[in-house]
Structure formats: C-alpha cells, structure tokens
C-alpha cells in the first residue's frame, strides 16, 4: 500500500469516528443503571460491549481512583469485563484525578513486567530495566543492586535473606498457581528456591523442638529421659527446664535443693510407663 492511500484511510477512519461520536451524542439512550432516557453527550459507552450509562452513574470511576484500582473501572453491567478507555476517563474525571489515575495505571503496567524492577533506595525508587538475570543498575541515582534481595550487587555470592523475607516467599509459593510457581522458580532458582523453604522449615522445627545449649548455643533436642541434660558438642550439663548450667560434680543438686526453681522437677514432664 504507498503512502498516499494509507493516510487516506486514516482521514476516512477519523471522519467515520467523528460521526459516530456526533450521532451518539444526539441519540437518546436508557441507562443501564438508573434507566433514565439521556442524550449520548450525557452518557458513554463502553468499548466492545458498547453497553451505555449516563455519567452520572459513572461517579463509581472516582471511588476505584481513589482506592487505586485502576483495573476495577469495568462495565457496570453484571459479568462484563468491557473496561473503559484511558480518554473516557479523562472526560469523566478532574484532572487531578485523571493524573492519578495515570500514575495508578502506569504503575500497575510496571509491576506485570517481569525485567522491570524498582531501585530499593528509599529516596529513589525508580523503575529499573534489569541488565541480566539479577543485576540492576538505576539509571537515576546509579545504584548497582541485586533484583533478588534487593541489596549491593554481590556477584556470584549468594544473596543473604532475613528469615521474614523467607517466610513471605514461601508463603507466596505455597499459595501460588502452577504458572507463579514456574516464575519464582525462574526467578530464584528452583533447588536454591526449595532450599531456603527447607532450611526455613528446619529452623522453625528446631525452635519448636530443642533449646540451645547456654554454653555453645548447640540446638539440643529431648527425646526422653529426664530434665537433666548433657550437649554432647561441649560436654556441659544444663536444665532443660530452666536453662541453667548444672554443677559438673553433683549436676542433679539443682533438682534436689529447696531454694532451687526446679526442685523436684527433675521427672517432670516424662511420660510414666504404666508398668
């Protein structure tokens, strides 16, 4: 096709929006909500569906603004996913808003893209293209971090999380569907992504089922036997009950003195064999 008869089709297709766009601001319509008769110019009409409402019933636009679900300005229609237009929009709200609405939407098209990432420092935040996998540089303040903590680029050394961090990413995982997990999975490494949700899973049994020995922080577990405890890494007897290092020549005085907090308590807790 040359040139000329493109923009040819260009003005044609421009004339015959315009005129649609006139002919449905002199035509009356019924509101799908309200169901009063209105002339076009006080209505708009959803693309694809081309179910209309007056602009008065549109006043829901300004709430889901306002609460930053730009995604949410759907067809009011019952199961219609018809979603209006950026310059419908525009006509239908202040331009204060209609800014924040832009920023709402180029916010949340940002967030779906899988190479773009937001510089960590507080005082920047800016979106950043990821170079590689994990690298990313800022091209405002020139931060070079890793896209996966979130910390200085550290090159082949592995990223240190905080346990928190590592909680919420299982938590997202677990929650996750097949096709979010495959991300994750790209994103952290299958094996490495299992092994943080599995030393996390160890970590937490651990505080659940030992105590730390008060000499060699060793993570002891109990599995019988009295309250009176040996940390084979150290040699040192301890208190299960209360923590407290036990006097190597007589460790079972704890139990057996008055002003002791364990006294008597040597058995307690062991599960009596009924024979």
Known sequence: MCVASAALLDIIFDFDQKEREQVFKTNHFSCGVCFSEKTGAFCIAFPKCEHVFCTECSEYFKIQIENGSVKALNCPQPKCES??????????????????????????????????????RPTCQSPV???????????????????????TF???????????????????????????????????????????????????????????????????????????????????DFCWLCGKILDPRNPYLH???????????????VEIDSD
């Open 255 to 269: 139990f057996n003195t008055w002003e002791s907090p364990c006294f008597d308590r040597l058995f307690e807790g």
């Open 129 to 151: 293209i990821l170079e590689q996998n994990t690298i990313g540089v800022c091209e405002v303040c020139r931060f070079a971090f890793c896209s996966l903590c979130k910390l």
């Open 154 to 236: 550290h090159g082949v050394s592995p990223c240190v999380f905080r346990p928190d961090e590592v909680r919420k990413l299982k938590m997202e995982y677990e929650n996750a569907t097949n096709t979010e997990r495959i991300f994750l999975e790209r994103k952290y490494g299958k094996d490495r992504l299992r092994r943080m949700i599995d030393d996390l899973d160890s970590e937490e049994w651990l505080v659940d089922n030992s105590k730390i020995c008060p000499r060699c922080h060793a993570h002891i577990q109990k599995s019988d036997g009295c309250n009176k405890m040996h940390c084979s890494k150290c040699r040192t």
């Open 83 to 120: 979603q209006a237009l950026p310059s419908q929009v525009k006509n239908l709200v202040s331009s204060d808003l209609f800014a924040k609405y832009d920023n709402y939407l180029l916010q949340s098209s940002l967030d779906e893209m899988s190479d773009i990432v937001y510089c960590p």
